[in-house]
């Protein structure tokens, strides 16, 4: 079993930058695919991007790219999102997965889910 934990949200104005970390535990996930996925308040949940266990191949939804990046360190069990130039409508709970298989995490499928973090980004 694994247990993924999210820390590092939080309040940021518009423009600036916040990193989430996503550290498993109970087992590695050095050979599943990881992701973030987020969900604002009355809107479904959607992918914003998604790693490969090999780190050789990156995911992100259109309204992210150039802004967000996500990134893994296989040794600390950990995944990465550095958000950047953070928007208004980046506000919602940023939640850590993780799948077998790359593909099926992309189509929002997740063996272990995170708890989420709150990530709230004024005006």
């Known amino acids: 079993q694994v247990q993924l934990v999210e820390s590092g949200g939080g309040l940021v104005q518009a423009g600036g930058s916040l990193r989430l970390s996503c550290a498993a535990s109970g087992r590695t996930v050095s050979g599943y695919a990881m992701g973030w996925f987020r969900q604002a308040p009355g809107k479904e949940r959607e992918l914003v991007t998604g790693i490969h266990s090999t780190g050789g191949s990156t995911y992100y939804v259109d309204s992210v790219k150039g802004r967000f990046t996500i990134s893994r360190d296989n040794a600390k069990n950990t995944a990465y999102l550095q958000m950047n130039k953070l928007k208004p409508e980046d506000t919602a709970v940023y939640y850590c997965?993780?799948?077998?298989?790359?593909?099926?995490?992309?189509?929002?499928?997740?063996?272990?889910w995170g708890e989420g973090k709150q990530v709230t980004v004024s005006s």
């Open positions: 997965a993780a799948h077998q298989e790359y593909r099926r995490l992309l189509e929002g499928v997740a063996h272990y």
